[in-house]
């Protein structure tokens, strides 16, 4: 009882030792926190040892915070450490992928990126894209998201199981740049093999695929070329105007992301004509199949028209019928009269 009554005190010491600091950091919606010392491997921080490490000068720190926290919201709009026109942009919500130096705050990089959702039980889902917004100084990056996302989560395993050590937040921010890549071109890849089965089974004639099939990968390969291809522009801009801490190796990364994400959004764009050329051959096929069945109902009517012709005459009783009797040669001559009538109105109209 009395070491739990000690676990207790200090818990509400560092409590109240934390709430007493002048930089009020929301705890509770801090979602993964990794520090970079200069020297030896990155460890992960404490929750209660972040604000003595932002003071840290030897440490570079990723601070990864949960947007949809009150605590983060009310954070935001008191701390320095966000620029206020990054605060002003998730306000507003703004999606659209930008990257772009803002003068204030040592000349910090300012990032806004599309990523993928985390869907928990499945490997690729529908890719649903949710939005990352960061910003990136020499010794800190603060990554702020609504909803979990693959790439971040990702990168987290992958600190924490020493596959990856950066030294520095730029370092960290290029790792994240490839990880997102790698999640995209996963998806491709996943789309490609999903439209050469397809493909292999229309052009074989087995079956044909589901109309809702294509229409899916279309509407999907559309919604990833209108994310990404607005951060081919963006990373054109920021190469033209980097902030002064970026080195050359830093620089020949970028430039290496940039040719990556052209070549993906490339991969999109092939998969989307290959969809469209796909419905169109499906379309093709389903004329073909039925033109065929129409042949065949065709050929099949005329066989049995002088069947039906002969059995409708032989089947009239001339005798009985009211003002015909004796008159078959009139009625043959009416009925030659009306076919050619019928045949003359659709030779005039042009329709045979």
Request: aromatic residues 8%; contains cysteine; proline residues 4%.
């Amino acid at each position: 009882m009395s070491s739990l009554a000690n676990a207790r005190r200090c818990l509400s010491y560092n409590l109240q030792m934390t709430l007493n600091r002048p930089i009020n950091f929301p705890i509770a919606g801090v979602v993964f926190a990794w520090a970079m010392p200069a020297t030896g491997a990155g460890y992960e921080l404490p929750l209660f040892e972040i604000a003595d490490a932002l003071e840290d000068p030897k440490l570079s720190i990723w601070l990864h915070l949960n947007l949809s926290n009150s605590q983060v919201q009310r954070w935001l709009e008191k701390t320095s450490l966000v620029p206020e026109r990054v605060v002003e942009m998730i306000r507003e919500g703004v999606n659209l992928s930008r990257l772009e130096r803002i003068e204030k705050l040592d000349d910090c990089l300012l990032m806004v990126m599309n990523d993928f959702q985390q869907e928990f039980g499945e490997d690729h889902g529908d890719s649903t894209l949710g939005t990352l917004w960061a910003i990136v100084t020499p010794r800190l990056m603060i990554s702020l998201r609504n909803n979990p996302l693959r790439t971040t989560d990702k990168l987290r395993y992958d600190l924490r199981n020493g596959q990856l050590n950066p030294v520095s937040a730029i370092e960290l921010f290029h790792e994240l740049l490839d990880l997102r890549a790698e999640q995209l071109r996963t998806l491709l890849i996943h789309l490609s093999e999903k439209m050469d089965e397809l493909e292999e089974n229309l052009l074989k004639g087995r079956e044909f695929p589901e109309h809702e099939n294509l229409g899916r990968i279309r509407i999907q390969c559309s919604r990833l070329r209108r994310h990404f291809s607005p951060e081919l522009i963006a990373l054109h801009r920021l190469l033209k105007r980097l902030p002064y801490w970026f080195s050359d190796e830093d620089k020949n990364s970028l430039n290496d992301d940039l040719d990556l994400l052209s070549y993906l959004v490339q991969e999109i764009g092939s998969l989307y004509d290959r969809a469209k050329v796909l419905q169109d051959e499906q379309a093709a096929h389903v004329a073909e199949f039925n033109a065929k069945n129409l042949q065949v109902l065709s050929v099949m009517t005329v066989i049995f028209l002088p069947m039906t012709l002969i059995s409708g005459i032989m089947g009239m009783n001339m005798e009985d019928l009211p003002g015909l009797k004796g008159s078959f040669y009139e009625v043959m001559i009416i009925m030659a009269i009306a076919g050619a009538a019928v045949f003359g109105t659709l030779k005039l109209k042009r329709i045979v």
